[in-house]
Every structure is written in structure tokens, then in C-alpha cells.
């Protein structure tokens, strides 16, 4: 009777000390998942990051060379807009000296007619 009971304690010890292993073994599962996830959590927020800033920083490339683009554009506009004005100017100079040439030209055939 003792040694049956005696038995029965060391089966009971034996059997819990095995419940303990396992929840320990379990516990110690579920942390190792958590933690995987944590880390992977954490290496997705960094690669986000890393995405983002190298995003915002051809974004900003892309704005800098656009805007570069535009200024050219605009210089190149307001430089063909001068020349054009200037030759407008030009032709209205020649014009002018023109009219003033036939004017005295005209002026000079009465004269000479008269004499």
C-alpha cells in the first residue's frame, strides 16, 4: 500500500513536472513568435522608412530638375521675346531712315526741278 502510493505520488509529480516542461516549452514558443513578429514589425517600419525617404528624395530630384527645366524654358522664352523686340526695332529703325530718306529725296526733286 505505501509503495503503490508511493507510486501514484511519484506519477503525479512526474506527470506534473512534464505539464510544467511543456507550458515552459510552450511559453517560451509563443515569446520566440512574438518577438519574430516584433522584429519583423520593426524591419518593415525601417524598410517604410528607408522607402519614404529615398521616395521624398527623388521626389524632391524630380522637382529640382523640373523646376531647373522651367527656368531654362522661361530664360529661353524671354531671351527669343528681346531678340525678337530688338529686331522688330531694328526693322523699324531701317524703315524709318527709309521713309526719311525718300521724304528728302523728295523733298531735294522739286528743287532741282525748280532750278
Not at 41 to 55: H, K, L, M, P
Not at 80 to 97: G, K, P, T, W, Y
Request: proline residues 1%; charged residues 50%; hydrophobic residues 30%.
Amino acid at each position: 500500500m505505501q509503495e503503490r502510493r508511493q507510486r501514484v505520488l511519484e506519477e503525479h509529480q512526474r506527470r506534473a513536472q512534464e505539464d510544467a516542461q511543456r507550458q515552459a516549452q510552450e511559453e517560451a514558443r509563443r515569446q520566440a513568435q512574438r518577438d519574430a513578429e516584433e522584429q519583423a514589425r520593426r524591419e518593415v517600419e525601417r524598410q517604410a522608412r528607408e522607402d519614404a525617404q529615398g521616395q521624398a528624395q527623388e521626389d524632391a530630384r524630380r522637382q529640382a530638375e523640373e523646376e531647373a527645366r522651367r527656368q531654362a524654358n522661361e530664360q529661353a522664352r524671354r531671351a527669343a521675346a528681346e531678340q525678337a523686340a530688338a529686331e522688330a526695332e531694328l526693322r523699324r529703325q531701317v524703315e524709318e531712315e527709309a521713309r526719311q530718306r525718300d521724304l528728302r529725296q523728295r523733298d531735294a526733286q522739286p528743287e532741282a526741278q525748280q532750278r
